[in-house]
């Protein structure tokens, strides 16, 4: 099991609970005094995480490793393109169909479950390009309406592990070192990404399909940037 498995903030804390409570039972019992006192478990902070995803300049060289002609290199462009441009979770992007893409329009229709609703993106024209060029050169016939689908033979649409099993498998062949390798790491570089450019946290939760503006606010707790050039001022002059 990875170091990232017992972390403080699930399960080292649930395993430190579960042990008390059982301790717990146990003194009631009658069968040890005084052991369920001194287990303590580590304090977790509300948002004390920061959200985690490669650098700008490493989702740049991460899409543009995806190259080739194979049906299989046609098909996972299209999905990081996705993922990268968008900012969408896996299960969203393995739930698009077919109708999902309107060509005629430019628009983009993404399945936006916990907001029991649809949300319309402009059809950016490189995603687009990546879309179409797998459609027509690598998707397998299939009576499956999910745009994306597997390669090999029983044909199906594609699970979202399979997704984040991608893109953490060409994280590691470019050396890319981060705590996170999932998909969802990408959501969160875009979303840095977007922070940075200047963009109001209203505009990036509208863009990622945040339910509430809390959920954006994890991107801004700590700009780090902004913390070292506050840490350049010569505040002496202040004083």
Same mark, same amino acid.
């Given at each position: 099991?990875?170091?990232?498995?017992?972390?403080?903030?699930?399960?080292?804390?649930?395993? +430190?609970?579960?042990?008390?409570?059982?301790?717990? %039972? @146990?003194?009631?019992?009658?069968?040890?005094?005084?052991?369920?006192?001194?287990? !303590?478990?580590?304090?977790? %902070?509300?948002?004390?995480?920061?959200?985690?995803?490669?650098?700008?300049?490493?989702?740049?060289?991460?899409?543009?490793?995806?190259?080739?002609?194979?049906?299989?290199?046609?098909?996972?462009?299209?999905?990081?393109?996705?993922?990268? @441009?968008?900012?969408?979770?896996?299960? !969203?992007?393995?739930?698009?169909?077919?109708?999902?893409?309107?060509? *005629?329009?430019?628009?983009?229709?993404?399945? &936006?479950?916990?907001?029991?609703?649809?949300?319309? %993106?402009?059809? @950016?024209?490189?995603?687009?390009?990546?879309?179409?060029?797998?459609?027509?050169?690598?998707?397998?016939?299939?009576?499956?309406?999910?745009?994306?689908?597997?390669? !090999?033979?029983?044909?199906?649409?594609?699970?979202?592990? &399979?997704?984040?099993?991608?893109?953490?498998? &060409?994280?590691?062949?470019?050396?890319?070192?981060?705590?996170?390798?999932? +998909?969802? *790491?990408?959501?969160?570089?875009? +979303?840095?990404?977007?922070?940075?450019?200047?963009?109001?946290?209203? !505009?990036?939760?509208?863009?990622?399909?945040? &339910?509430?503006?809390?959920?954006?606010?994890? %991107? +801004?707790?700590?700009?780090?940037?902004?913390?070292?050039? @506050?840490?350049?001022?010569?505040?002496?002059?202040?004083?």
């Amino acid at each position: 099991m990875s170091s990232d498995a017992w972390g403080r903030s699930t399960p080292l804390h649930a395993l +430190a609970s579960t042990l008390r409570n059982f301790f717990r %039972y @146990v003194e009631g019992q009658g069968w040890a005094t005084n052991v369920a006192s001194g287990i !303590e478990a580590s304090v977790v %902070y509300r948002e004390e995480g920061l959200p985690l995803g490669p650098d700008w300049e490493d989702v740049q060289r991460f899409v543009a490793s995806f190259v080739g002609d194979s049906t299989i290199d046609l098909r996972n462009r299209a999905m990081i393109m996705l993922l990268v @441009v968008y900012g969408l979770r896996r299960g !969203e992007v393995v739930r698009l169909r077919l109708e999902d893409v309107d060509w *005629c329009g430019e628009i983009l229709h993404v399945h &936006r479950p916990k907001q029991r609703c649809t949300q319309q %993106y402009p059809l @950016v024209a490189t995603v687009g390009n990546a879309i179409l060029r797998y459609l027509k050169e690598a998707r397998p016939r299939s009576a499956h309406r999910e745009l994306f689908l597997s390669v !090999e033979a029983p044909i199906r649409p594609l699970s979202p592990g &399979r997704v984040s099993s991608i893109v953490r498998s &060409r994280l590691a062949t470019l050396g890319i070192d981060i705590p996170r390798h999932g +998909a969802h *790491c990408l959501r969160h570089a875009n +979303a840095r990404h977007l922070l940075d450019a200047g963009f109001a946290l209203k !505009e990036i939760g509208d863009h990622l399909g945040h &339910r509430s503006a809390s959920s954006t606010r994890a %991107y +801004a707790k700590v700009d780090l940037t902004g913390l070292r050039c @506050v840490a350049e001022i010569d505040l002496g002059s202040l004083l």
